[in-house]
């Protein structure tokens, strides 16, 4: 879930240019120093927004660290770009879990079949969802 391609040069400008500010500033410091420290930031934030990963494993939904026995899974469908907002905003229950990256425009939602879980579905970005959820083994019910 890698973050844009073009926020890696929108990262490394702004640090170029808040090292430059810098590097006029404090003039006893080498010129490369503020350049070295400062480029590292953007590879650090762009590196952790992008660690995020959804996978099936061993008969579980593994989203970042939260962990889903797929057997509690009653069905599931793929959120296209165009219902994202709906789903995020009017039509979100407060008791779901939500797993949102503001740069992947599909999303797919899991409803669970867990009569001791308060959490009633599973919404969660991906790029994805039509495969995630034939690996999860539940139909996607938007194509009925």
């Given at each position: ?65 939260a ?5 509690v ?69 938007s194509?009925?």
């Amino acid at each position: 879930m890698w973050v844009p391609l073009w926020w890696w040069p929108v990262g490394f400008g702004v640090a170029a240019l808040v090292a430059a500010e810098l590097n006029m500033a404090a003039r006893a410091l080498p010129d490369w120093l503020p350049y070295v420290v400062l480029l590292l930031i953007p590879v650090w934030v762009l590196w952790w927004l992008s660690r995020k990963e959804i996978r099936v494993v061993d008969g579980e939904l593994v989203v970042d660290r939260a962990h889903l026995p797929v057997g509690v899974i009653a069905r599931g469908i793929a959120v296209p770009a165009s219902a994202k907002s709906a789903a995020m905003g009017r039509q979100l229950d407060p008791a779901a879990f939500v797993s949102h990256r503001p740069w992947v425009g599909t999303m797919a939602l899991v409803v669970l079949n867990d009569p001791e879980d308060p959490t009633p579905y599973w919404l969660f970005s991906t790029r994805r969802p039509a495969e995630l959820l034939a690996a999860l083994g539940c139909a996607d019910t938007s194509k009925s």
